[in-house]
């Protein structure tokens, strides 16, 4: 085959190509790159790392919100400065020097990066700007207590075995003071939701929690004092004990029974109060300086030896490129004329591929090799379904045949019982015939459905109704059971065909003095027939196959028991046709049971 194949147009010889062009392109362009911008870049290393300073700023701000001075942070400042590459340098106010990451005192940049109060923080800027805001990890006094955190532990496992027992994915999240909450897989807080519907203590302040909000009230009742604000009823602070927030902080929420322009004032107070109350529990404003670290930039000179090395990198990964793609050009191809020679063999040769690879090669094997195993399957099964459609027309055919020649004959006379019992074997190839034409219509999709509402009940009673002579003639009692205002949207009279083959083969395999029993019941938004019987049962190994063409558990294949081995095959389409499913359980003696779940819906009366 690669013989007929120009070498221009091989898969090979494309990706060898393409893979030689790209990495030819690659090298050079990180060549010149390299030649025009790494003495520049190294030159011109200096300013400031927006995500570094963020990152710097974020660490200080912690290490302040939970340290009541700056004692200690110099290993802090020396650790971010080795993983930013950054100098760090921390000054008061009035440019003391409280701390600094340089090993050789050097002149501070001539303005601060930005300032370090973990009581007004928020996105660092260029110029140093934040916005108000508390940091989250300053907790000052409503750090709880080692009991305290055991007591609200134990309750946070309460809740969380309870939410678990409701069917959530949750986990218990320890907020900075120590107050658990719980969380969903998704991070949304389920605190609230859970501690009224399980019963818990979790949401009740402990006694550290409510010295500390007895404090701020009366701060901010001394600031609305001050401004000559009072409040009619006084103000009213609450912790916020579920963690719950726009930004997920520690937050106070307070009773608004004020005005729009008194809200103002309550909010300024409530957060200067609330300021002052933490400030004994953080580290004083700190200015932040940051510099360029203390690794000079090396000169990238490039001198004839450094020329040959960029040259004789890019021969080498060239060459490296090259080596891998051949290989890989080489097993890519392998499989895939395999494939191709498979492919062309005759219908009647069923070649299998060896599957030599894991990648998207081999999965293209492996599933041409399950389309030629159900290829052999399909190509069975024609076979066995000629033969039996052939089976099942023969007999019918051979017995009106025979009854017409021996009457021609003259051996016999037409007389009524023989008239009738011919119109009783073309009854039974129309039967044939139209089972095949429903099977026929379901697997071409053009099974029409001519949909209504149809009441369960009468359903029921109407193939009761139908069947009721047979069961009668076999000595079987026949029985339907319904809830009442059960409603499906269906077609009647293939939901009948359905049920009724159904039946019939229950009424069929049940002894004389057995009891077939058909049921409607409805389970949420689907109904649930089933058609039981006291009959001989199913096999556990002859199961699977029940729904198959022409399958009877009987391999005589007589029609004395059993029919054509159509009815549950249609019943099966019927259903699926309706969106619904069909199964069946059995044993030995025991009888057989077949169910079928279709959809609800509400009569028209709802």
């Not at 030819?24 to 010149?32: D, H, I």
């Not at 050789?104 to 660092?124: E, F, G, H, M, N």
């Not at 969903?184 to 399980?198: E, I, K, L, P, V």
């Amino acid at each position: 085959m690669s013989d007929r194949i120009p070498l221009r147009k091989r898969l090979s010889a494309r990706l060898l190509l393409a893979s030689a062009l790209i990495a030819l392109c690659s090298v050079g362009a990180t060549a010149w790159i390299a030649v025009a911008t790494t003495t520049r870049a190294l030159k011109q290393e200096q300013g400031q790392d927006l995500a570094a300073g963020n990152q710097i700023l974020a660490e200080l701000s912690g290490y302040a919100a939970t340290h009541p001075d700056w004692k200690g942070v110099q290993g802090t400042l020396r650790a971010l400065a080795a993983k930013t590459g950054r100098r760090i340098a921390l000054t008061s106010a009035d440019r003391t020097l409280i701390a600094d990451s340089a090993t050789t005192p050097t002149a501070l940049p001539p303005a601060p990066a930005a300032s370090v109060d973990p009581l007004r923080i928020d996105t660092y800027t260029e110029t140093g700007a934040q916005l108000s805001g508390v940091d989250p990890r300053a907790v000052g006094p409503y750090r709880l207590t080692a009991s305290e955190r055991a007591h609200l532990r134990a309750a946070a496992r309460n809740v969380l075995s309870c939410a678990t027992s409701l069917g959530e994915d949750a986990r218990i999240e320890t907020r900075p003071g120590g107050r658990p909450v719980l969380r969903a897989a998704d991070g949304s807080n389920m605190t609230a939701r859970f501690q009224a519907r399980c019963g818990s203590a979790l949401g009740e302040p402990t006694p550290t929690e409510q010295r500390a909000v007895a404090d701020l009230t009366r701060g901010v009742r001394a600031c609305l004092t001050k401004r000559r604000l009072t409040l009619q009823p006084p103000l009213s602070l609450a912790l916020n004990t579920t963690g719950d927030g726009d930004d997920d902080r520690f937050l106070l929420s307070y009773v608004k029974t004020v005005g729009r322009g008194d809200l103002d004032t309550v909010e300024d107070c409530v957060a200067s109060a609330r300021r002052a109350q933490l400030a004994p529990y953080v580290a004083p404003v700190a200015e932040l300086f940051l510099g360029i670290g203390d690794r000079a930039a090396p000169r990238f000179d490039m001198s004839p030896v450094n020329k040959a090395k960029v040259a004789g990198a890019a021969g080498l990964v060239l060459a490296f490129t090259v080596a891998v793609t051949a290989v890989v050009a080489t097993r890519l191809v392998r499989p895939l004329r395999a494939l191709t020679e498979a492919a062309q063999q005759p219908p009647q040769h069923h070649v299998r591929v060896p599957v030599t690879t894991r990648d998207e090669t081999g999965i293209l094997a492996e599933a041409f090799n399950d389309l030629t195993e159900r290829r052999e399957r399909l190509e069975d099964q024609r076979k066995a379904m000629v033969s039996d459609i052939a089976h099942e027309l023969r007999t019918p055919l051979t017995n009106i045949r025979g009854w017409l020649e021996v009457t021609r004959d003259g051996v016999v006379d037409a007389d009524p019982a023989l008239l009738s019992s011919l119109h009783d074997e073309a009854l039974v190839l129309q039967r044939i015939i139209d089972d095949l034409q429903d099977l026929a219509a379901a697997d071409a999709g053009t099974l029409r459905l001519h949909r209504e509402p149809v009441r369960v009940d009468e359903l029921l009673q109407q193939v009761a109704a139908a069947h009721g002579i047979a069961a009668d003639t076999a000595g079987v009692a026949l029985r339907t059971e319904s809830d009442a205002a059960l409603w499906l949207d269906a077609d009647p009279v293939r939901m009948r065909q359905a049920l009724g083959n159904l039946v019939s083969n229950a009424v069929r395999h049940t002894p004389a003095d057995g009891t077939v029993t058909l049921t409607a019941r409805r389970e949420g938004a689907w109904a649930r027939f089933t058609v039981t019987d006291t009959g001989t049962g199913i096999d556990p190994a002859d199961l699977p196959h029940v729904f198959e063409r022409f399958w009877r558990a009987e391999k005589s294949r007589s029609r004395r028991t059993g029919g054509s081995g159509l009815g549950l095959s249609i019943v099966r389409h019927l259903i699926a046709a309706h969106e619904g499913t069909v199964a069946a359980d059995s044993a030995p003696g025991q009888g057989a049971t077949f169910t079928l779940h279709l959809p609800a819906t509400e009569g028209p009366e709802a």
